[in-house]
């Protein structure tokens, strides 16, 4: 599966985004789906994921109760719903793919996309 992720942009604290990530391929629903960021000098870290089905997702505790992951099966595509932006959200978001079970662990997820910005200015 390639992906492509979207939506980046530069933002005001407190504002929104909505990131997207559109899978090519018919086995869209074979993967579990994910969302991470790196920022600048850290470490790849995970942000979000969606189980195959659409019925289980998990959030890092740092974003849970702003960002929202949902999936569309008709358009094979994955959105993060980014709300009440904070400068710390500032980074390059990566979609990710995985055939394994959900999980947090990048190592567990085979298929990435080319990242997108989001800066968040205070």
């Known amino acids: 599966v390639q992906l492509q992720a979207s939506g980046g942009g530069l933002v005001q604290a407190g504002g929104s985004l909505r990131l997207s990530c559109a899978a090519s391929g018919r086995t869209f629903s074979r993967y579990t789906m994910g969302w991470f960021r790196q920022a600048p000098g850290k470490e790849r870290e995970f942000v979000s994921r969606i189980s195959r089905s659409g019925g289980v997702t998990a959030y890092a505790d740092s974003v849970k109760g702003r960002f929202t992951i949902s999936r569309d099966y008709n358009t094979n595509t994955v959105h993060l719903q980014m709300n009440n932006l904070k400068p710390e959200d500032t980074a390059v978001y990566y979609c990710?793919?995985?055939?394994?079970?959900?999980?947090?662990?990048?190592?567990?997820?085979?298929?990435w996309g080319q990242g997108t910005l989001v800066t968040v200015s205070s």
């Open positions: 990710a793919a995985g055939e394994g079970v959900s999980s947090r662990d990048k190592s567990d997820y085979e298929h």
